[in-house]
């Protein structure tokens, strides 16, 4: 008798305890959390922005979600992300991914930048690095750097920042750019070396010196491309490898598959090699056979820079179209901050995707999309970037199917059609990895990529049956479709399958 009553009361006292507490409950999902392994149906209940409940029973709560059938998890988290506006994060959170990082380019100045972005409605979580390629601009030029996308497109037309070592007043003043960058707070140091490829080897160990110091990581598009000798990918990061080893500093190569082009079994030899002597080398890459930069990048010039390449102006995109050898050059010329899309591989050919394949697959390797701005072509023919917004996005900007469907295309095409990756799998290298990667010098990170009582409310319900990425080279310009609901801290960014417009749930990542 006794028993029995005591059973009665804690059930009422479970339940009453579930009507008054949970703000948000997502019952009956496939709630999935690569770090404990859970894989199971789960009820997940939500108090203000942290996750309060994972109950084998569903709960009850002020809003309920029925999420039966659909795959809950922890939101995505994208290091490498270059629109941090709002068009740019709409077209995010419509694949799941609720914190988005502009760690490879970075910008500065750190407190400037994130001063503006605290004062847009803002859906998704972000942050950012020091940008060592500003602090070179601003070196060179004798100007103060700025911390929007038009300084470093601007610079675009300058070689010296690009291909001189810095010496003497010129190197101080950009590695104190850089360290006050983090000493405002940036996450790690961006050092996007490919674009100014003639620095100085004590440069780059100064960098790594400087991190290490801080306890921080840099961020590297390393300095060389593809996989000629010498001076291909391969060299490259062996210099990134050498200098964590010499300094201990946390070193991370940003897309690896698009530096390493038909080099990616090599280069990922050295990474796996690298971690097995327990260097603090961590690596990402996006599952896709382009890129996109601008036009006047220095990976695109030199002697004979097509033939090292091994490209031609045909594989270079401008909105829609590809480019003849006279527009490329023109646009070289005359518009070297112009974004363009290079397609280095042929995702149609079998031997070229096995390479995308290789790099996305790989155990060692996060999943990051290198988002890039959405652009417009003004009266005049000249790129614009779009800042606006609208949504849907406006019909004539474009951008690479990356900025839309990184996130859905692991999914769609790994997980679902063609299997390679386990779900659980997949959502570790887009949620877990990059927090891990994160957390020993930027403690936020340590409440996300985890789907466990007590975490940050970040959580993505999708169907695993329809979850596609629609943009294309042709037609970037399509949201993602299959996410049903995305919570950032606790307050609905997507809510039954649509972006929610007024959705201010993004919050400021910083040391
Ligand atoms: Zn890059």
């Known amino acids: 008798m006794k028993k029995t009553l005591s059973l009665t009361f804690s059930i009422l006292l479970s339940s009453a305890v579930h009507a008054q507490t949970y703000d948000i409950v997502i019952n009956n999902g496939r709630v999935v959390d690569p770090e404990t392994g859970l894989d199971a149906v789960r009820h997940v209940g939500i108090h203000g922005d942290q996750i309060a409940a994972i109950s084998e029973f569903p709960l009850s709560g002020e809003t309920v979600i029925d999420a039966r059938g659909q795959v809950v998890a922890p939101g995505f988290i994208d290091l490498h992300a270059h629109g941090l506006n709002v068009g ?3 077209m995010q959170a419509m694949q ?28 998704l979580n972000y942050g950012a690095a020091a940008a060592w390629t500003f602090g070179r601009i601003a070196a060179f030029t004798n100007t103060e750097p700025r911390a929007t996308p038009d300084f470093f497109q601007d610079a675009q037309s300058l070689d010296n920042w690009k291909q001189e070592i810095a010496y003497g007043e010129t190197f101080n003043r950009l590695m104190a750019l850089v360290e006050q960058g983090l000493s ?21 160990f100064a960098l790594a010196k400087l991190a290490a110091e801080y306890d921080v990581a840099t961020f590297t598009h390393v300095r060389y491309l593809g996989d000629h000798q010498p001076n291909g990918a391969f060299d490259a990061m062996q210099e990134l490898i050498a ?63 097509q033939e090292r390449l091994n ?44 390479l995308v394949d290789v790099s996305v697959t790989h155990p060692s390797v996060m999943i990051a999309s290198d988002a890039v701005f959405w652009s417009y072509l003004d009266d005049n023919g000249m790129s614009l970037i779009y800042e606006g917004d609208e949504w849907p996005l406006p019909d004539d900007v474009f951008s690479h199917p990356r900025s839309a469907g990184a996130f859905a295309k692991m999914l769609r095409s790994y997980v679902r059609e063609r299997g390679l990756l386990s779900l659980s799998e997949a959502i570790r290298k887009m949620s877990l990895m990059p927090a891990q990667m994160l957390e020993e010098f930027v403690p936020q990170m340590q409440r996300k990529g985890r789907l466990q009582v007590g975490m940050d409310a970040d959580i993505v319900v999708f169907d695993l049956a329809t979850i596609t990425d629609n943009a294309t080279y042709a037609n970037a ?17 997507v809510r039954d399958g649509s972006v929610v417009l007024d959705a201010d749930t993004g919050r400021a990542i910083r040391r």
């Not at 896709?288 to 820079?305: K, L, P």
């Not at 310009?477 to 960014?493: I, K, Y």
């Open 184 to 204: 405002e707070g940036g996450l790690g140091i961006g050092v996007n070396a490919g674009y100014a490829p003639g620095y100085g080897q004590k440069e780059y």
């Open 96 to 123: 799941g991914v609720s914190t988005v990082l502009e760690l490879e380019s970075g910008v500065l100045p750190i407190g400037a930048w994130y001063d503006t972005q605290a004062k847009k409605v803002l859906p």
């Open 243 to 305: 200098n964590a080893a010499l300094t201990g500093a946390r070193m991370h190569i940003c897309h690896i598959n698009s530096n390493s082009v038909r080099d990616i079994h090599a280069t990922l030899d050295l990474v796996e090699r690298a971690q097995a002597r327990g260097l603090p080398v961590t690596v990402e890459a996006y599952p896709y056979g382009a890129g996109n930069t601008v036009v006047g990048a220095a990976m695109f010039s030199g002697e004979n820079w």
């Open 311 to 354: 490209t031609t102006a045909q594989a270079f995109q401008l909105g829609d179209r590809r480019l003849t050898e006279d527009e490329l050059d023109d646009l070289q010329a005359n518009e070297p901050g112009t974004f363009i899309t290079w397609h280095f591989l042929d995702e149609d050919q079998p031997e070229d995707l096995s």
């Open 477 to 493: 310009n399509r949201p993602a479709t299959g996410v049903q609901t995305l919570l950032v801290n606790g307050g609905f960014a």
């Open 88 to 90: 740019d994060m709409r």
